[in-house]
């Protein structure tokens, strides 16, 4: 899908005046035709042109799992038969309270994944590709469509490592955010990275003020190397120091993302050099128990292990979520649905 820059210079090209820009963008996204046929104030050789080149639906879905009043995961395949998915949480009353209207969805960027965290479903099956920015805005639109709901709040935090995708990335996001794109507000978007250091600090000087989350799950090399690969790279701290760039150069809070998997990275010990390093960024701590995962060895601690994690955060002015309610089948880490259908296709 195009930007509005691209779209006047495509015009250019094909000796269209500029203000089809406004035209097209108003078809695509406010008006959210299915082709390029629907736009009827066009020249219909233009319309025929644009629509070999760039088709305005690249996803088709699948199937929905779920229900309106619980999470929806949808399974979307791309034109090259691969799949993809996207899950849509509404307000949770207890965590926004009772009026809240959030909608919350929350999108892939890559189809699998390069960086083989341990513990994760979507690196299982290695990586195929990036997503282009289309397939990426393709999945708002589509979840919108599908569930009636209009999304409000955006996580990148699906399948792949959004930061690996950086083109498309930041053109999705200025797609999403731009009034004339979807306009949604920069502070509602939230990019999650395992922690690659030179794309964190060039995303801090894009000008919208979107939100980054980090998958730290370990406080320390020793412990983070153990389940994420990409430490070796990149180690805490190195990413603490891009962190704090991150800081000079935006006013959200990071959010550091921290799954608990017994006798791995959750010991009162873990709890207080984590509640050191997020107080060194100002960041808050979001702790999720783990999410089971076929065919993986990890295992989620109790409900009191994880409480009693929390406190030791709490103890020392951290700010941390804790969400104890099981992670539903289908809430489970994002990947598990695709890999399933990948290989139940070829078998
Ligand atoms: N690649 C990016 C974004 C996608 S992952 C990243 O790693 O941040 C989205 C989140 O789901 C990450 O925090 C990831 O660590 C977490 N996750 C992956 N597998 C999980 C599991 N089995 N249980 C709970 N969370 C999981
Ligand atoms: Fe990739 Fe993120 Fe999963 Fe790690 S946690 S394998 S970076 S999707």
């Keep these: ?29 406010q008006k959210r035709v299915q082709s390029w046929e629907e736009m009827s104030n066009l020249p219909p050789a233009l319309r025929q042109a644009l629509a070999a080149e760039y088709p305005l639906r690249p996803l088709t879905h699948t199937l929905t799992k779920g229900s309106a009043d619980t999470t929806r995961k949808f399974l979307l395949q791309l ?9 849509l949480i509404p307000a949770s009353p207890a965590l926004y309270g009772e009026k809240s209207d959030r909608h919350t969805l929350c999108v892939s960027s890559q189809v699998g994944c390069a960086y083989g965290c341990k513990f994760c479903a979507s690196g299982l099956d290695g990586f195929t590709r990036n997503l282009k920015a289309s397939e990426i805005i393709s999945q708002i639109i589509l979840a919108e469509e599908l569930s009636g709901e209009k999304v409000n709040n955006l996580v990148f ?21 731009s009034d004339w794109g979807l306009h949604i507000g920069a502070r509602r978007i939230t ?22 989350a980090i998958s730290l799950h370990g406080p320390d090399d020793e412990t983070r190397e153990k389940i994420m690969p990409v430490n070796q790279k990149y180690p805490v701290a190195e990413l603490f120091e891009a962190l704090r760039i991150w800081n000079a150069n935006k006013k959200q809070k990071i959010t550091l993302e921290y799954i608990l ?19 060194s960024i100002n960041a808050k701590v979001n702790l999720i128990p783990y999410n089971t995962v076929e065919g993986l060895p990890w295992v989620r601690p109790s409900d009191d292990h994880c409480k009693r994690f929390r406190n030791i955060l709490t103890k020392h002015q951290v700010s941390a979520t804790l969400r104890l309610e099981k992670g539903h089948d289908i809430d489970a880490a994002c990947g598990q649905l695709r890999l399933k259908k990948e290989k139940e296709n070829r078998s």
């Design 79 to 87: 034109p090259d038969e691969r799949y993809i998915e996207t899950v």
């Design 261 to 279: 998997i017994d006798g791995i990275n959750a010991t009162p010990q873990h709890a207080e050099i984590l509640a050191k390093r997020a107080r």
């Design 1 to 29: 899908m195009l930007t509005k820059t691209q779209l006047i210079k495509l015009l250019g090209e094909h000796q269209q005046p500029t203000y089809r820009a406004a035209q097209i963008l108003d078809w695509i996204y």
């Design 191 to 212: 990019v999650s990275t395992s922690g690659l250091v030179p794309q964190i600090k060039k995303l801090a000087l894009l000008p919208q003020q979107i939100r980054l």
């Design 157 to 177: 935090m699906g399948m792949g490592e959004p930061l690996a995708n950086f083109t498309n990335l930041t053109q999705a996001l200025e797609i999403i955010t």
